[in-house]
């Protein structure tokens, strides 16, 4: 009898243990389809694209990404004037102009670098956005100090951009610092992945691949257009995710940011097809000549404006970090005497600085007294290049 007993109790056991394990099983193996399911998708979206090809993510043009020593010598040891002496100037952020409602509008605030606060149309975007004081944990730190804006009042965010993974473009504190106050992330293809291991929703996060465009809202959309650059957040994951800069059309505007990139034919292509541009936001700065295929030169900065068709140039990632050997003030010392010479209007706001389109252009030329104190205090002026 108490054998039988002890016989039932063990079928039960079994019984239970087995239901257990069988029920954890089934929940466990239906979410990891799930998950596989979307992994494979995407991994799906990945290998279809054009640029992807044996494990990684193309240019165009081939270039050569192992940097010369000489150049990582010169990096570490020499300055030449690459940090101003003094704090460079800049503005209290008004956020009347980002928050603006109205349909015809276009306006941008610099916050140094390639971040910037868009309303484009009524649409609010914001760009590659930085907001520490370092670009990374071992980074450069910022010229101009702390931000000069409340980065706690930035909601009600239709669209933040990314344009690659590089750390002064695609910041872990930012994303989830801006994460609930966001509709959308729009990233490159591979990108989002990265975002999801910080806690933004796979729900809300768009990505691109070049040449495809997404609808944000009426009569607004936005397309991911090529550029010339690279990825990676470390030594093992060179660009095995995609860069892209962007065109965003709205209503009454219509504007290209260029994300990285060197100067390519692509400029000409995206003008072609998408152009004329209210208004493009180029990068000006961190470049030399042995990487000319990531990084434009200012004189090309100036020519890929006209590619684009633009009508005002905003400079970007210039007078923020330390990432080149070039004098901090060069690229627009550069850009300015190349804009003068082709009648590019070019606006030139310090950081926390507005710009409204047609309305409020800020083009003082700020920096040549403080290049003055650099100079006096520093290594004999960096002379300018001339594009061959």
């Known amino acids: 009898m108490a054998q039988k007993k002890s016989n039932k109790k063990y079928i039960i056991l079994v019984l239970i243990l087995g239901t257990f394990l069988f029920s954890g099983f089934t929940i466990n193996h239906s979410f990891n389809s799930a998950q596989y399911n979307r992994e494979d998708m995407r991994m799906q979206r990945i290998q279809d694209s054009k640029q992807y090809k044996n494990g990684k993510f193309h240019n165009r043009v081939p270039w050569n990404q192992t940097p010369a020593f000489s150049t990582l010598w010169d990096f570490l040891f020499k300055n030449n004037q690459r940090t101003p002496q003094d704090s460079l100037p800049r503005q209290q952020v008004d956020l009347t102009f980002f928050n603006q409602s109205n349909a015809n509008h276009l306006s941008a605030t610099w916050l140094g670098h390639s971040s910037l606060l868009i309303n484009l149309d009524g649409y609010k975007i914001v760009t590659d956005p930085v907001l520490e004081k370092r670009a990374s944990i071992f980074g450069p730190t910022r010229y101009n100090g702390p931000l000069p804006v409340d980065i706690h009042q930035l909601t009600d965010i239709d669209v933040v951009l990314i344009s690659h993974n590089h750390y002064d473009h695609l910041n872990k504190f930012s994303i989830r610092l801006l994460d609930p106050h966001t509709k959308r992330f ?203």
């Open 186 to 388: 729009i990233v490159p293809l591979a990108v989002g992945a990265q975002l999801e291991k910080w806690g933004v929703s796979r729900d809300k996060i768009t990505e691109m691949d070049w040449w495809e465009e997404v609808v944000i809202g009426p009569d607004f959309k936005i397309a991911a257009t090529p550029t010339q650059h690279f990825s990676g957040r470390s030594l093992t994951d060179r660009n095995k995710t995609l860069w892209a800069s962007y065109v965003l059309a709205g209503p009454q505007h219509k504007i290209y940011f260029s994300g990285d990139s060197g100067y390519f034919t692509g400029f000409k292509q995206i003008g072609s097809q998408y152009g004329p541009f209210d208004m493009t936001f180029l990068e000006c700065g961190a470049y030399n000549k042995a990487w000319r295929h990531i990084h434009m030169l200012p004189e090309e900065t100036a020519q890929a404006h006209l590619d684009l068709k633009g009508n005002i140039l905003h400079p970007i990632h210039w007078g923020t970090f330390n990432l080149s050997l070039h004098a901090w003030y060069e690229p627009m010392q550069r850009l300015m005497q190349a804009a003068d010479s082709l009648g590019i209007t070019v606006v030139t706001p310090v950081v926390g600085a507005t710009t409204v389109f047609k309305t409020n252009l800020p083009q003082e030329r700020w920096w040549p007294s403080l290049r003055e104190t650099s100079k006096r205090a520093d290594a004999p002026e960096v002379l300018p290049q001339t594009v061959p």
